[in-house]
């Protein structure tokens, strides 16, 4: 049985006093969400340390939002999965659509990146979806397949046992605009099936699969009784503690 999870994708808000609040609001509301379902929050770099802490004993997991491709030297301003790892960091969300638009994340680099989290012992959330102009070409299908193939065909069954998979259509990312649960479920079936197709059924029915892309309380509960979500990726929702702990309430 795949697990369900909701991940909060802070992305570069709070600073590091604000994320320890947040975090420990985070923490006192886990304790109402089933234990069926994982809880992880993704802070910014800086304070993935405090945040961790203030997360300890809550069973809500450390995630980074990005990771180096490379495993250490010389590369100013990136952040190695060693380092993660030594912070208490369990995952690396990897491919986010930010960061393929705004810091010409290829992948090619991803690959990469996947290959050193799996090594080093993080989980991976590798993010893949189109853009607006890619759905109303009508490319949607192939553009999630073509990233999930490019990215993930390059590993194991086994490695996929520590890869989650978000779906996040850019055009619904901060937008207030939401797939509906009809668009959302027909991708993430789709992309069942290109994991099914390398790696056989079992691991395709294994993999957690989250919607991503203005996920908020009022319409999760419609989103996750969908047969392929498994539960979401938030961004602005997760910045408030009762609304990404309502998101969790909502299977
Ligand atoms: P929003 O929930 O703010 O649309 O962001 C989604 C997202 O990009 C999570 O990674």
């Not at 659509?97 to 990469?112: I, P």
């Not at 490019?150 to 797939?179: C, H, R, S």
Request: proline share 3%; net charge negative.
């Amino acid at each position: 049985m795949r697990k369900k999870i909701v991940a909060g994708n802070w992305k570069m808000n709070t600073t590091k006093p604000d994320g320890v609040e947040l975090a420990k609001a985070v923490a006192a509301g886990a304790s109402k969400v089933p234990a069926g379902v994982g809880l992880i929050v993704a802070p910014p770099f800086t304070h993935l340390c405090a945040v961790g802490k203030a997360l300890a004993g809550s069973g809500v997991e450390l995630s980074a939002q990005n990771c180096a491709d490379h495993e250490k030297g010389a590369y100013t301003g990136e952040v190695s999965v060693d380092m993660l790892k030594a912070v208490g960091c369990q995952w690396t969300i990897l491919g986010h659509s930010e960061r393929r638009q705004y810091y010409g994340e290829t992948d090619e680099k991803l690959v990469e990146k996947v290959r050193l989290a799996l090594a080093g012992g993080l989980g991976v959330i590798l993010c893949v979806g189109e853009n607006l102009e890619e759905r109303e070409a009508g490319k949607h299908f192939d553009v999630c397949s073509a990233q999930v193939k490019n990215v993930l065909y390059n590993f194991t069954a086994e490695d996929m046992k520590k890869v989650v998979i978000a779906y996040e259509p850019v055009w619904a990312i901060g937008t207030g605009k939401t797939a509906t649960a009809e668009q959302a479920e027909e991708i993430h079936a789709h992309i069942r099936k290109v994991l099914a197709d390398k790696f056989g059924a079992e691991v395709a029915d294994d993999t957690t699969i989250l919607y991503g892309g203005s996920c908020k309380p009022s319409n999760a509960k419609e989103l996750f009784a969908q047969p392929d979500i498994d539960g979401g990726l938030i961004g602005g929702a997760a910045l408030k503690a009762d609304d990404f702990i309502q998101i969790a309430l909502s299977f």
